[in-house]
């Protein structure tokens, strides 16, 4: 399958709904990770999820995935109710993901680690891999040019039958996302994808965000580079001990007193701030410099 190139009109507000988070609480023990988690993401859309650390971002899409189970509330996708489930289902239903660490198969090659994102859709059985049929020789075959072209799409370069553990850290990131990508997923959940990333690197991760949305495929990703965020973002959600506390626009946003105190502590000058960061521009705000920018 050739990855489609084409750009989509942007979904708005009134697509169709593919993830609906209802009341969701994780707690572990006594302490609530998240408590009452509601928001949406809709077809085709480019959400963040953002908020300081320990804030419940990961465990709430731990739960979305099936790593953990919600102690209270609903997630649906595409209105089937996937609370619960196991990992392996829900990402036969359309979801895959990567994770703040990477998660790759170190002694494996690069294309083997793409192919691995495939298991689920290669045409062949036991007896097929056992016999080494036609039908075995016509899936590897067909299983290894996908992984190529996924590989071509986020720009990953060198040689593909190295092991994917000598490879830098930028490119073994992108391994991991052709990987989530070769799944063919309605949906696709990053964790930190920017974590460890130089500036050349994060500009190159800003437009595969931009390209794999130009798919249809919708994107939600928990990020700390704010910069990065209010470029890619159609909408945000940002949360604060595991309760959300914004959902807007990056406009929205960037100048909500809840978020600035969220990240900046409470205080009798946040309206102010709030109306100071209001007229900045996305680098004053995070402190980017001018080598940075260019």
């Known amino acids: 399958m050739t990855a489609p190139v084409g750009i989509r009109e942007a979904p708005g507000e009134n697509a169709p709904r593919l993830l609906e988070v209802e009341a969701m609480t994780v707690a572990f023990g006594g302490v609530t990770a998240v408590d009452g988690l509601s928001f949406g993401v809709n077809e085709g859309e480019v959400l963040s999820v953002i908020g300081p650390n320990g804030a419940g971002k990961t465990s709430a899409f731990n739960c979305i995935t099936g790593f953990y189970k919600p102690s ?68 590897e075959q067909e299983a290894t ?47 930190e994808p920017a974590a460890g990333l130089n500036h050349n690197e994060k500009e190159q991760l800003l437009d595969l965000l931009r390209r794999i949305s130009d798919l249809g495929t919708a994107v939600v990703l928990i990020e700390h580079d704010m910069g990065l965020v209010m470029q890619v973002s159609e909408r945000i959600v940002v949360l604060n001990y595991g309760r959300e506390i914004a959902d807007g626009t990056p406009t929205q946003i960037r100048s909500n007193p809840a978020v600035i105190e969220a990240y900046l502590g409470a205080g009798d000058d946040v309206e102010e701030e709030a109306e100071k960061i209001a007229h900045q521009s996305d680098d004053q705000i995070f402190g980017r410099t001018e080598g940075e920018q260019a």
Do not use: C
Not at 113 to 132: P, T, Y
Not at 164 to 190: F, T
């Open 72 to 139: 209270g509330g609903h997630v649906r996708l595409g209105g089937v109710d996937i609370t619960g489930k196991r990992p392996a289902r829900i990402a036969a239903m359309g979801v895959a993901r990567t994770f703040q660490n990477l998660r790759l198969f170190g002694e494996l090659s690069v294309l083997d680690n793409v192919r691995a994102g495939m298991h689920v859709r290669i045409k062949q059985n036991a007896f097929d891999a056992i016999l080494h049929t036609p039908r075995y020789h016509r899936s």
């Open 145 to 191: 040019d996908e992984a190529n072209r996924w590989l071509d799409f986020v720009g990953s370069r060198g040689n593909r039958y190295n092991e994917v553990r000598n490879l830098p850290y930028g490119e073994q990131r992108r391994v991991e996302i052709a990987r989530a990508l070769a799944r063919e997923p309605r949906m696709l959940l990053l964790d």
